[in-house]
């Protein structure tokens, strides 16, 4: 069984960054696509990055590019968000996900429906 167990958030202020981890349990995810997804209370779940099984291929929304930055640790079947110049905007639950999809783990992919295990998610509060 996997697990996925996000840490690294909490409240700071805009302008600040922030790094986001992403920890795998139960078994090895190197070949594994992963992403990381946010979510406002009463808003659709929002994808915000991914990278592929090798970390060659990253893909990112429009609205984080040159912000946000994914990459994966192997050795430590760890997946991360760095966070820069954060904004007010950025609050919300965040949540890595793992997808043993072709596409997902050849390429980085953004939608949810193909990612099917989740972490808990944690909380980026992001103060003006």
């Known amino acids: 069984q996997v697990q996925l167990v996000e840490s690294g958030g909490g409240l700071v202020q805009a302008g600040e960054s922030l790094r986001l981890s992403c920890a795998a349990s139960?078994?090895?995810?190197?070949?594994?696509?992963m992403g990381w997804f946010r979510q406002v209370p009463g808003k659709e779940r929002e994808f915000v990055a991914a990278?592929?099984?090798?970390?060659?291929?990253?893909v990112y929304a429009d609205s984080v590019k040159g912000r946000f930055t994914v990459s994966r640790d192997h050795p430590k079947n760890t997946m991360y968000l760095q966070i820069d110049r954060l904004k007010p905007e950025d609050t919300a639950d965040y949540y890595c996900?793992?997808?043993?999809?072709?596409?997902?783990?050849?390429?980085?992919?953004?939608?949810?429906?193909?990612?099917?295990?989740w972490g808990l998610g944690i909380q980026v509060t992001v103060s003006s």
């Open positions: 996900a793992a997808s043993g999809s072709y596409t997902c783990s050849r390429y980085g992919c953004d939608g949810p429906s193909e990612y099917g295990y």
């Open positions: 990278i592929n099984w090798n970390g060659a291929s990253t």
């Open positions: 139960g078994r090895t995810l190197s070949s594994y696509g």
